[in-house]
Structure formats: C-alpha cells, structure tokens
C-alpha cells in the first residue's frame, strides 16, 4: 500500500491485456453512440467473437466481452425506440 493507505497505481488498465475484440467491441458501441447506431452491429458482432474467443482461453476477456454486447445491444435499443418515435411523431404532424 502506498502513503495513506492507498494502494499504488500499477500502470495496468482495464483495455490492456486480454481480448483485443472485446476492447474493440466496447469502443464501436460507444462511438456508434454518437453515429446513429450504425456501428452497434459491428459491435455486437465483435462482442460476440470475443465471447467465443474468451470462452476457448478459459475465461480471458469474459468480462469485456459481456459489457461490450450489453453495450451494444442497449445502444442499439435506443436508437431504435428514437427512430420508432421520430417516425411516430412524424406521422402524427404530417396528418395535420
């Protein structure tokens, strides 16, 4: 432990080490953020593999892998209920 009580920075981040294609998955989601979407299907096609990948390692990268699909999936989410409601919105203004 370092001066008061707190332990020393290892220089180890969370995106170093094990799966690249779940790092990978976890930087389209939140990139396909701010992209409508489209990147969200990479993504999860990414979180996927690394799924797999990790599953054959024996658990290396498991973690990232389920937070890059959930973050995909939930991106995805959004934007289509945004899209569904600008369509409804839109509907509903054009029959005026």
Avoid: H
């Amino acid at each position: 432990m370092g001066a008061g009580g707190y332990a020393q920075a290892t220089g180890e981040s969370w995106l170093k080490g094990g799966n690249d294609k779940a790092t990978t998955a976890i930087i389209l989601a939140c990139v396909g953020l701010l992209c409508c979407g489209l990147l969200q299907f990479p993504a999860f096609y990414f979180g996927l593999q690394a799924l797999k990948e990790a599953d054959r390692r024996g658990g290396d990268g498991r973690g990232k892998a389920v937070l890059a699909l959930a973050l995909s999936g939930t991106f995805l989410a959004v934007w289509v209920l945004f899209l569904v409601a600008a369509m409804v919105s839109s509907g509903t203004q054009a029959g005026r």
